[in-house]
């Protein structure tokens, strides 16, 4: 049974700098400015292929990056809470 | 245009290398916003000062949890004598005691009522200044 | 209103007007030596009224209006009618600037770049800035940073310098008396007295210059030299920003663009001639 499926707006609508291991960015929807820290930025990168839940979102990540083995979708999960909750992510 | 870094490319590690990521505890918190500074930095450069009550309190009084009461109401504090300044109300809240002039106990009336303040309020950008986290 | 007043500073000019002669005097004798503005139109109007219409005869009191304003503010006595036009002045750049992101900091320039000084109010940054300027630097300004949203350089600022109690001995004794303004006592901030900056800061008063060197100051402590991370600085200097948010993806651009251009370091230091020392090593310490 696969989770609630999150979408980010698209690459146009977010400016990003890295900064010193962080990124910062720019949300022009809402005029706001965040500073993330991995593995958030991963994730928005990972919706830039499209819509998906959280464990779509984990495989899209394990194609780029090495993560732990048996790495479950928890962390995932609350870092997609988090991102809704600033509006960067919204359900599809 | 100025330049920073990529700002095209997205702000990551080249996708050729697979780099190590480490996902972190669910409990962590990884986003920080921005939130405006303006209150506090104009604040800064204009001192303010909150009146204990404000104008539309038509002559009531405050009660020791900062609410406004009837006059005469029993427990129930007078008007602060003079509005208080910026400085005066940030020594206040961190517990340092009652500006000149002022009793103890009105002090922690007056603190409570000022810790009410809502935006519209007399006082309330005064008291939002001196709030901005840095 | 009564009397007037208009005040070029860097590329920024006021109009001041004051329903009384006093505060409107005190300020053309501060800013005599600067250009005039050209031209009739202001970028911002500072007006100093009467708290109450009483007020402009019985206990002066000046409460400090123009095109923008903040509610909840204290007014202060004729007095301090100087101030009063000064703190004026501050509130419509930190309310109403829109063609730079405002950073509250000090800047000071050596050939061609500039060293920023920011952190709390409080931390010495002004009078750092103010001794820089007596030491072979130009003064750029001790309160506001201008920057460029399109080409990142520092536009200078050059307001009167605002020392605050024992920093005034310390500039009385590196500059000569002419170029001090009146003792103000008894403001909220303790006494205050203004400093003119140097003549050549005032004549090169249109010429920016390439930010090179973030600095966080702090005066008290043994001396110390921290490297600051650029998202900590970033952050800190959007709190140090009156009108970062209002900029949107330009104040996100040139900020970013400020961070990752310059590298930042905080430094502490028990006294000025060490502050000082500090400065011109970590200023030589620059790739060039």
């Known amino acids: ?92 | 245009m100025s330049d920073g870094p990529d700002q095209d490319k997205g702000a990551l590690a080249n996708p050729n290398r697979r780099m190590v990521l480490a996902l972190g505890a669910a409990a962590a918190s990884t986003v920080v916003t921005i939130r405006p500074a303006l209150a506090q930095t104009a604040g800064s450069v204009l001192n303010c000062e909150i009146p204990v009550p404000g104008p539309q309190a038509g002559g009531n009084h405050i009660a020791a949890d900062g609410t406004l009461v009837a006059p005469g109401t029993p427990g129930s504090y007078a008007p602060a004598p003079r509005p208080l300044t910026g400085e005066e109300v940030k020594v206040m809240l961190r517990g340092g005691g009652a500006p000149p002039g002022i009793d103890s106990e009105s002090a922690q009336a007056y603190a409570n009522y000022i810790r009410r303040l809502q935006s519209g309020m007399s006082g309330f950008t005064c008291y939002a200044s001196l709030q901005m986290p840095r | 209103m009564r009397h007037q007043v208009s005040l070029a500073i860097g590329p920024v000019s006021f109009r001041v007007g004051s329903a009384w002669p006093g505060p409107v005097r005190a300020l053309a004798e501060l800013y005599g030596d600067y250009p005039k503005p050209e031209g009739d139109v202001c970028d911002f109007t500072v007006r100093l009224e009467p708290e109450k219409p009483w007020r402009r005869w019985l206990r002066p009191s000046v409460a400090i209006s123009g095109d923008y304003m903040l509610p909840d503010a204290m007014p202060l006595s004729l007095a301090l009618g100087l101030l009063a036009a000064e703190m004026g002045m501050n509130l419509q750049m930190a309310l109403g600037q829109k063609r730079f992101l405002l950073l509250h900091a000090a800047t000071a320039e050596k050939e061609g770049r500039a060293v920023i000084l920011t952190g709390e109010s409080g931390a010495g940054k002004s009078t750092l800035s103010a001794l820089l300027g007596e030491r072979g630097w130009r003064l750029m300004g001790d309160e506001f940073a201008l920057l460029d949203l399109d080409s990142g350089d520092l536009h200078p600022f050059p307001r009167a310098v605002s020392l605050k109690n024992g920093a005034i001995k310390v500039m009385e004794a590196e500059a000569s008396a002419d170029r001090f303004g009146p003792v103000m006592e008894g403001t909220p901030k303790g006494t205050i007295r203004h400093l003119k900056p140097r003549a050549d800061a005032v004549a090169r008063m249109e010429e920016p210059a390439r930010p090179a060197l973030i600095l966080f100051p702090r005066f008290g402590g043994e001396r110390a030299i921290r490297g600051v991370g650029a998202s900590e600085v970033f952050v800190r200097l959007t709190q140090a920003s009156t009108n970062y948010v209002a900029l949107g993806s330009r104040g996100f651009d040139a900020l970013t663009g400020l961070v990752a251009r310059c590298p930042a370091l905080a430094i502490d230091y028990p006294d000025t001639e060490t502050a000082l020392t500090l400065v011109e090593e970590l200023w030589a310490d620059l790739p060039q």
């Not at chain 1, 720019?26 to 819509?51: K, N, R």
């Open chain 1, 1 to 92: 049974m696969s989770g609630a499926i999150y979408m980010a707006d698209d690459a146009g609508a977010v400016r990003s700098v890295e900064l010193d291991g962080l990124v910062a960015l720019f949300h022009a929807p809402s005029g706001m400015t965040h500073i993330v820290a991995p593995p958030a930025p991963q994730i928005l990168e990972a919706l830039g292929q499209g819509p998906g839940d959280a464990r779509a979102i984990l495989s899209r990540i394990a194609d780029l990056y090495e993560i732990e083995e048996d790495a479950g979708t928890e962390a995932i999960e609350a870092r997609l809470d988090e991102l809704e909750a600033v509006g960067l992510v919204r359900r599809a």
